[in-house]
Every structure is written in C-alpha cells, then in structure tokens.
C-alpha cells in the first residue's frame, strides 16, 4: 500500500516563528509533490509544488524534496493567525494526488 | 483568476437514492478529477478522466459510481443507490496536463446521505 506519512499534530507556533512540517512518501514512482493548506470545511488549497531536489521559496514558504530520503517538508517563516489550518502534503503519480492525513498548524499570537 | 466550481454546495438524500454531483473545470484545463473527503479523514482519489474516458479509477470507484462529460464544460459524477458511508465532501479538481501539471480543487459538495 503506496502511503503518504504526516504528523496529525497540532503543531503549536508562536505568532512570528518559524513553523515545519514534515512528510514521507512509499512510492519511489512519485514524480511530483504538493503542499495544500485546507481550512476547516473548505477544499484543499494550492501552496507550493515542488519537482527536484533541494529547495523551492515562495513567498513565506520553502518546500524542500529529498527523493533519495523519500522526504518532503514546508517551512512557514513568520507565522500568522491566518496560517492556522491543517497542511496536506500530497504525492503525485499514475494520474492521481495521494494525499497524507495533514498536520493541524495553530499559530498562537 | 479562473476557478473550479462545484454545484451543490450541500446535498441531503435518502439511502437507495441516486444524486449527480456537478463540476465545471477551469476552461483549458484537460485532465479531471474526484476526490472524496470522510469527516476527519484523508482526501481520497476516486476517479480520472481524460478526452471523454477514464484514466485511473481507485478501488472505491466500483459499479456504484459514474462520471461523464455532457457537454463542453460540466464534469459530472454519479452514486447510484447511495448508503449511508457515502456521506462525505466530493472535491471535483481539474489540471491543464499530467504529471507535475497543479491540480485546482473546487470547493466541494457536501453528500449526507440519511
């Protein structure tokens, strides 16, 4: 069974810190990886996409891909209220989106 | 910006009735996609769809479900005789390609089945 591993968390973050988030993947066939951000009741939404090894910053946040390690983490720097939703890190291949079971982020002011 | 859309938003139903869930894709986009979403658990892949034919199905995608494209821009899924583990989000998605192609989730609808 292909899984995708998060921390269920919650992931307790002072307002303005750094939080991270980190995911494992089983599928050595995955080619591509997402990080969407889901707010209580509302669908999954784009953050990053990340392909290659190494690092990808957009804005806030930096996706990191270590295919070697099977790894995939999200760095949210300066955390703010509005960060507080649940992440999904998701693995994509054979034509679908294999999605973890997301950690809960609480950023506390 | 373009988006998906979902109708509707809420669908109440009794067992053993059949519902049509509606989805139109952002306009260029190709590739198309269910999602299932159980209160308090993953988000789950049902179904691919691809120049007016499956692509990948997943093992929930059994005889009970169908998808179908009737017309230029809605993108439809079909639970026949629903039970009550039917209850759930249904995110329909669409992407432009495959592989590393983004894919942009529609805001859902919610199936209680009673």
Redesign the interface.
């Known amino acids: 069974q292909k899984e995708v591993e998060q921390n269920s968390g919650p992931l307790s973050v002072p307002e303005g810190a750094i939080a991270s988030l980190n995911c494992t993947y089983s599928d050595r066939g995955s080619?591509?990886f997402?990080w969407?951000r889901q707010y209580s009741g509302?669908?999954?939404?784009?953050i990053m996409?990340i392909?290659s090894n190494g690092d990808k910053e957009d804005g806030r946040f930096t996706a990191q891909l270590n295919k070697a390690s099977q790894y995939v983490s999200l760095l949210i720097r300066d955390s703010q209220p509005s960060d507080s939703a649940t992440y999904?890190c998701?693995s994509?291949s054979?034509?679908?989106?294999?999605?973890?079971?997301?950690t809960q982020v609480v950023v506390t002011p | 910006e373009p988006e998906v859309t979902q109708t509707p938003s809420h669908q109440v139903t009794q067992m053993g009735q059949e519902v049509i869930l509606r989805c139109v894709p952002i306009s260029n986009h190709l590739y198309f996609y269910w999602y299932r979403q159980i209160l308090g658990q993953k988000v789950e892949f049902l179904v691919s769809f691809y120049n007016n034919e499956i692509s990948e199905k997943s093992e929930i995608f059994d005889d009970q479900f169908s998808v179908e494209r009737p017309d230029g821009s809605n993108f439809t899924l079909k639970i026949r005789s629903t039970k009550l583990e039917d209850s759930a989000m249904y995110f329909c998605a669409s992407s432009a390609g495959l592989d590393t192609d983004t894919q942009y989730f529609g805001p859902g609808t919610r199936l209680t089945v009673l």
């Open positions: 080619q591509s997402f969407y509302k669908s999954p939404e784009l996409s392909y999904l998701a994509y054979w034509g679908k989106l294999q999605f973890g079971a997301g």
